[in-house]
């Protein structure tokens, strides 16, 4: 449960998640913000489309991607003479992570924007503030408990994710190793007693998350009710 | 400075300037297509870089069709029990008490506990070493590397999404309707039909059809629980891994490639339930309240 390929696994693992949930949280934001707020042709398949990583099997995930990005895929060609690696890379886990995890926060964000009460952000200019003051002053904080939710939620989810991973990951060991591949190794050996140290671990961090994601919806709540 | 002026700019103060708002819609349009019309888009050009024939052949295979089938079998039974399960935790979640929250908590953990986590639990507990493994090899009845091994591992991962979509509406919506009907002299069972699944209707056909996705493409907990045996417990995205390590990739892509049709089908079944749930909410809103819209 210590050893270093174990721990290998443990920063790969959480690192990986740690990013994905961050580009997520960016790009979420921005998704959903584009819904909500402006109006475009095709608007409604987009909408739809948030969804694809909740209703595609994760290993249909982890082959398409991997195609994609392999040295001759329609991405990976184009990154090859420049010396840009990503399938069969730590790089690789994290495009897969930011895949699986977008809708969590598109989904937790888009219901709190869609809420959000011009008559603030009109005050707000009235009384002189910028565009980007409005934004950062009043909309960032009504929303922002909702963002965290989304980001935990993505995290969460990265973190045991394993079907869309292992394929584009290339399972090096010490290099893009990720934890629940390890548990299966184990298991393979018949390593029992390993695999269910190594779990264990795995489950704390479940619950602590969580516990984590449900005192922020708590808060998101109490946030959206005293605002109404 | 005049009213009008003033509210040409209050207008001008509530949303971007043009070009900003044309970059962030092309951004997050660039974004959602590298990631995933892509994706999806890969799935399909790969399964038919052969040709159609190519295509077809490979999902001729008598293994793609026992994984077919055993992904349907397994899929029938998970979603219906899921279905019960779904609503008994609606039920219970109905009445006030101590230890509800922790309760509802406790719906989401297979959210957040890794699939592999969930599978290598089942193996613990029936699998030869495990805790009932000597109790169920003297009775002669096989879980794990086994079909039922497979739908305990499916029923646990896909238990949230029914019972998630409940519970909300349960808050949303309180028991009024229901003591109304029970006062008035119906029964359970007629409150049961006649009062509370209209009303949740759509939330539960919402639940069942993402309930429905994920139980026929499970991958990590089912993979731990299966065994990998060819022909009689390899569901299909099992297969899919199998044909894809053994390089046979036009084939991984076929088998993938009808998982990828249940995904769009479910994305489209699902905008339509949006759809009708919303012009449902709008017509109930346009009816005064002395004419019921039923």
């Known amino acids: ?228 | 400075m005049s009213p009008t002026l003033t509210a040409n700019k209050v207008q001008a103060g509530t949303t971007e300037a043009r070009w900003i708002r044309r970059s962030l819609i092309g951004l997050a349009l660039l974004f959602m297509f590298l990631f995933l019309v892509l994706p999806l888009a890969a799935v399909f050009t790969e399964a038919l870089r052969k040709g159609l024939d190519a295509y077809l052949e490979a999902l001729q295979e008598p293994d793609a069709w026992l994984a077919i089938r055993l992904t349907l079998i397994v899929a029938s039974v998970a979603v219906p029990l899921n279905l019960v399960f779904g609503v008994a935790a609606w039920a219970i979640a109905k009445y006030e008490f101590k230890g509800k929250s922790l309760l509802t908590t406790l719906v989401d953990l297979p959210f957040s506990v890794s699939p592999v986590v969930a599978g290598l639990v089942y193996v613990l507990m029936f699998g030869a070493h495990g805790w009932f493994g000597p109790w169920l090899q003297a009775n002669d009845i096989k879980i794990v590397f086994a079909v039922p091994g497979i739908i305990l591992a499916t029923l646990f991962v896909t238990f949230p999404f029914i019972a998630r979509e409940l519970i909300p509406l349960m808050q949303a919506q309180g028991s009024e309707e229901e003591q109304a009907a029970i006062v008035l002299g119906a029964t359970g069972w007629q409150t049961f039909w006649r009062v509370t699944l209209p009303n949740i209707k759509w939330g539960l056909l919402y639940g069942v059809i993402l309930c429905n996705a994920r139980a026929m493409g499970e991958f990590g907990a089912v993979s731990v629980v299966s065994g990998h045996i060819r022909g009689q417990t390899n569901t299909m995205p099992l297969h899919v891994e199998i044909l894809y390590n053994e390089y046979q990739s036009v084939a991984a892509f076929a088998v993938a490639s009808l998982l990828a049709l249940l995904a769009l089908v479910t994305l489209a079944i699902k905008s339509f339930i949006e759809w009708r749930h919303a012009q449902e909410m709008q017509a109930s809103a346009k009816t005064p309240p002395e004419q019921p819209a039923h």
């Open chain 1, 1 to 228: 449960m210590t050893s270093p390929r174990v721990m290998a696994s443990y920063r790969l693992t959480f690192g990986a998640s740690l990013i994905a949930a961050l580009v997520n949280v960016f790009f979420g934001l921005l998704v959903a913000w584009v819904l909500v707020r402006y109006d475009f042709f095709g608007k409604k398949f987009v909408d739809a489309l948030v969804d694809l990583p909740f209703a595609l099997p994760t290993a249909v995930a982890g082959i398409s991607l991997t195609a994609l990005l392999a040295g001759n895929g329609w991405i990976g060609q184009y990154l090859e003479p420049w010396g840009i690696q990503l399938a069969f890379k730590p790089n690789g886990v994290v495009i897969a992570l930011i895949f699986i995890g977008l809708p969590f926060v598109v989904r937790t964000v888009q219901p709190v924007l869609e809420d959000t009460e011009k008559e603030l952000e009109e005050a707000a200019t009235c009384l002189g503030a910028t565009r980007w003051q409005t934004f950062s002053r009043v909309i960032f904080p009504s929303i922002a408990p909702a963002l965290l939710t989304g980001f935990a939620m993505a995290f969460a989810r990265a973190i045991g994710e394993y079907g869309s991973v292992i394929f584009i990951a290339g399972n090096m060991p010490m290099v893009s190793e990720i934890t629940p591949l390890i548990i299966i190794g184990k298991l393979e050996q018949y390593d029992y007693a390993g695999a269910t140290a190594v779990a264990l671990v795995m489950l704390v961090i479940s619950f602590m998350l969580l516990l984590v994601i449900n005192a922020l919806q708590t808060w998101q709540r109490r946030r959206s009710g005293a605002s109404s």
